[in-house]
């Protein structure tokens, strides 16, 4: 009978599967059942009916899922009974500070260099005003390229005009 990663987990005393005592225990244990079963978030998404940017977000704890996707995650990493209420609190988003990991500080890095021109861009085509980060949608895709493959980040966030008042 094969074990569940949860329950080698319990037993090494790196996380007490019983009762999962933060969101990152979750996290941590989505992440270590995935690269044990070979789970792809592209069909953890499929399974959840969501798509694969935003499911991926969840299942790293940085969204709120329904009690429906959280019993189907659940199902999918053998996550305990524990697991289901911290997938569906609300996250503390983000994290501090400049990140180490060469993807995450390439765009930190070009929101540094960017930023600047993109706030004018969006200031001169819309007005004053944000980009949304709630009424969002983000596309991440592979474009072919003779000199070698690129990475298309898609960014697409409702223009929320600044109020007088």
């Not at 990663?5 to 319990?10: D, H, K, Q, R």
């Not at 969002?136 to 223009?159: C, I, M, W």
Request: charged fraction near 25%; include cysteine; glycine fraction near 8%.
């Amino acid at each position: 009978m094969r074990r569940s990663i949860a329950n080698v987990l319990e037993g090494s005393g790196i996380i007490p599967v019983d009762v999962m005592k933060s969101r990152e225990d979750v996290t941590n244990l989505i992440v270590a059942t995935k690269v044990q079963k070979g789970v792809t978030w592209k069909s953890v998404a499929e399974k959840i009916g969501k798509s694969k940017e935003w499911t991926t977000a969840a299942c790293l704890g940085q969204m709120t899922m329904s009690k429906e996707q959280a019993e189907k995650v659940a199902e999918i990493f053998d996550l305990p009974e524990s697991a289901l209420s911290w997938l569906q609190t609300v996250p503390h988003k983000g994290t501090p500070g400049i990140p180490s990991d060469p993807i995450l500080y390439r765009l930190h890095e070009v929101i540094t260099v960017y930023g600047p021109t993109i706030k004018e861009l969006i200031a001169e085509e819309f007005g004053d005003g944000i980009m949304s980060a709630i009424d969002f949608n983000l596309t991440v895709a592979r474009e072919k390229n003779e000199q070698g493959d690129r990475v298309s980040l898609v960014l697409s966030g409702k223009f929320l005009p600044y109020k007088d008042f």
